[in-house]
């Protein structure tokens, strides 16, 4: 059973700067076995929402209502994506991004995948031992310099297409780091953090990769719009 969700948001709470989506995009909402699909504007004659400006309304919404996992069309653009992936993140509930039919882009094979998962927790675990007090130094270095800012966490896009926080050290250009900044990304050692996602399973070291917000949108868009493309003789 599919249900269109056709709420009005405006006039429950103060919406603040921080808490406002730009209102060009349009997207409706429908609810369909547990699942709330957050999908593109369609020109077919449909409710839909302008836009939701209000995200603490939205993760209360999110918290009491029955839905257990939302997925999210990549057309809607990083800007949407990232409002709604917050606003998940604070309601506890796991969002996805639609994927078309038959892509694997986001996909792991079956075959052996525990097994693949299972070697990659393993790996992270020994890494992780081993750099711990390689990790444990470079804390304190960036807590003299730059001590609010040590950690960054970005939204990734991992295995079925699920939205998740990867932590990685922060190498923000502030007036006291800038030298360290440059080092860490040099060295790549800015990536150590993301060994706890590894450990989480929400990355992998040796089977499918993951992507930024703004590499998912275009594979995905892509693979959509190759699903449609004319056959050329």
């Known amino acids: 059973m599919t249900s269109t969700i056709v709420p009005t948001f405006d006039h429950f709470y103060p919406v603040t700067q921080q808490q406002q989506e730009p209102r060009s995009s349009q997207y409706t909402l429908q609810w369909r076995r547990g699942q709330l699909l957050v999908k593109s504007f369609s020109k077919f004659p449909q409710p839909y929402l302008p836009f939701i400006d209000n995200q603490q309304l939205l993760i209360e919404c999110l918290k009491h209502s ?3 996992l939302v997925s999210i069309d990549a057309k809607l653009g990083k800007t949407v ?9 604070q309601a506890d509930k796991p969002i996805f991004l639609r994927i078309p039919s038959g892509s694997k882009l986001f996909k792991r ?3 052996g995948a525990m097994w693949l998962q299972l070697i990659d927790r393993v790996i992270a675990g020994v890494l992780l031992l081993l750099l711990i007090p390689i990790m444990a130094v470079l ?13 960054t966490r970005e939204w990734r896009v991992g295995e079925k297409g699920k939205l998740f926080r990867a932590i990685k050290f922060s190498t923000l250009n502030q007036q006291n780091n800038k030298a360290l900044g440059r080092w860490l990304r040099k060295s790549g050692l800015e990536h150590l953090p993301k060994l706890w996602n590894v450990l989480r399973g929400e990355m992998s070291l040796i089977g499918t990769r993951c992507w930024t917000l703004e590499e998912a949108i275009t594979l995905t868009v ?12």
Do not use: H
């Open 66 to 68: 029955p839905t257990d």
């Open 81 to 89: 994506l990232s409002f709604w992936a917050e606003a998940c993140e």
């Open 109 to 111: 094979g079956n075959e």
């Open 139 to 151: 804390i304190m270095v960036m807590q003299v310099y730059s001590p609010k800012s040590i950690f």
């Open 222 to 233: 892509i693979t959509k719009s190759s699903r449609f493309a004319p056959i050329q003789n």
